[in-house]
Every structure is written in structure tokens, then in C-alpha cells.
């Protein structure tokens, strides 16, 4: 049975600094996701890594995939208080892409001024 | 082009009772997936529907049950609520198993 795993599961930070977050899952998959939460909303989606080494950015945030490691990070660069929200990695059950996805348990981000 | 849309907004049932949520997909998209997610926890997968049958589960009882209309819209059913049912219910449309959106979800108070 597929398990994903983040850690930390909560991370309070101060702006400008830099973190990342761990992404771990325990059987081959060929997809992995970021999403963001808001309190009280829905998932936005940031990043899909579809292959070994795939590197994406956006802004501020950075994610990577390693599958032979299982490993995805989300990595913040000079954090601000707008990245404070709940993220989740989630990676596709199947090693072909079901699209069932199985998520993390989420990283509540909270960046103080 | 409007994105994935959920109905109601808000719902709050009784113990026993029964719930229908509805969604309909982004345009273009076929394939619908819902989700649970209780406080404080990452969604869980409930189902899947593609042309109009369930095609992948998740680990939920049999009283979780949905369909999926010619129009690509699906509706999740529950029966006999229990307290422990109480979540935000998200509904995904993709096309095939490709990228799933997200609408906003149901939230859904079971006294």
C-alpha cells in the first residue's frame, strides 16, 4: 500500500529565510503534486513532476523529484507572510497514472513578519 | 472557461441521514474523483468515475456511493451518516488520469 509522508508537519518561519519540505513516498509512482491550501478552501495546484530529476519553480518556490529515492521537496526561497497555507505533496497509486491520488499529511506553513 | 464547480456550498445533516453532493467538471475534462478530507488531515481518495462508471475505489464503506452523468457531471452519495462523516468533500475532474483540478468543496457538519 502506497504511504506518503511529509515532514515537518508544521513549520513556523521568519521572512526571508529559507526552508524545504520533504516529500517522501514509499512505492514507485510516476507522478507527484504540490498543492496549496488556504484555511477553509480548496487546493491549488503548483507543481507536477513527471519524471526522475524534474525541476520546477515558481516564484519564490522550487520542487524536485527524485523517484529512486522517492523523495520530492518543496524548497522556499526568502519566505513571505502571502506563503503562509497548508501544502501537500500527493503521488499517483500506480505506477502508470491512475489518477487516484494519496496524500501527505500536509505542511502548515506559517511565516511571521 | 469556468472551473470545477461544487453544490451545496455547506450542508449540515443528522445521524442516519442521507446526503447527495453534486459537481460538475472543468470543460473538456471527463473523468471526476472525490475526495474526503477531515480537519486538520490531507484528502483522502474516495472514487473515481470515467464514461459513466466507477472506476477505481478508495478504502470507504459501501454507504459512500456516486454516478457520473452522460455530461460528465457526478454526484457522491451518502447514506446513513455518522458523525465521523463530517468533512470537506472535494470533487477533481481530469481528462483521462491527467491533472486533476479541484473545486471548492462541500462542507459537510453531520449532528
Known amino acids: 500500500e502506497l504511504k506518503v509522508e511529509q515532514n515537518p508537519l508544521f513549520l513556523s518561519m521568519q521572512e526571508g529565510k529559507n526552508y524545504t519540505i520533504y516529500c517522501n513516498y514509499s512505492?514507485?509512482?510516476?507522478?507527484l503534486y504540490w498543492y496549496r491550501q488556504d484555511p477553509g478552501k480548496s487546493l491549488e495546484s503548483l507543481f507536477v513532476?513527471?519524471?526522475?530529476?524534474a525541476v520546477k519553480q515558481e516564484g519564490r518556490l522550487m520542487a524536485s523529484l527524485d523517484t529512486k529515492a522517492r523523495l520530492s521537496t518543496l524548497h522556499i526561497t526568502a519566505a513571505v507572510h502571502d506563503l503562509s497555507a497548508t501544502y501537500f505533496c500527493a503521488v499517483d497509486h500506480g505506477s502508470s497514472n491512475t489518477g487516484k491520488l494519496i496524500f501527505g499529511q500536509g505542511t502548515t506553513l506559517q511565516v511571521k513578519p | 472557461d469556468a472551473g470545477v464547480t461544487q453544490s451545496p456550498t455547506h450542508l449540515i445533516k443528522t445521524r442516519g441521514q442521507q446526503v447527495t453532493l453534486r459537481c460538475s467538471p472543468k470543460s473538456g475534462h471527463d473523468t471526476v474523483s472525490w475526495y474526503q478530507q477531515a480537519l486538520g488531515q490531507g484528502p483522502q481518495f474516495i472514487f473515481q468515475?470515467?464514461?459513466?462508471?466507477?472506476?477505481q475505489r478508495g478504502n470507504f464503506p459501501d454507504r459512500f456511493s456516486g454516478h457520473q452523468f452522460p455530461n460528465y457531471s457526478s454526484e457522491l452519495n451518502v447514506n446513513a451518516l455518522l458523525l465521523g462523516d463530517s468533512a470537506l468533500y472535494l470533487c477533481a475532474s481530469s481528462l483521462r488520469a491527467g491533472e486533476q483540478y479541484f473545486g471548492p468543496g462541500t462542507r459537510l457538519t453531520v449532528t
Open positions: 512505492t514507485t509512482s510516476d507522478r
Open positions: 468515475y470515467y464514461e459513466e462508471e466507477e472506476r
Open positions: 513532476l513527471l519524471s526522475n530529476g
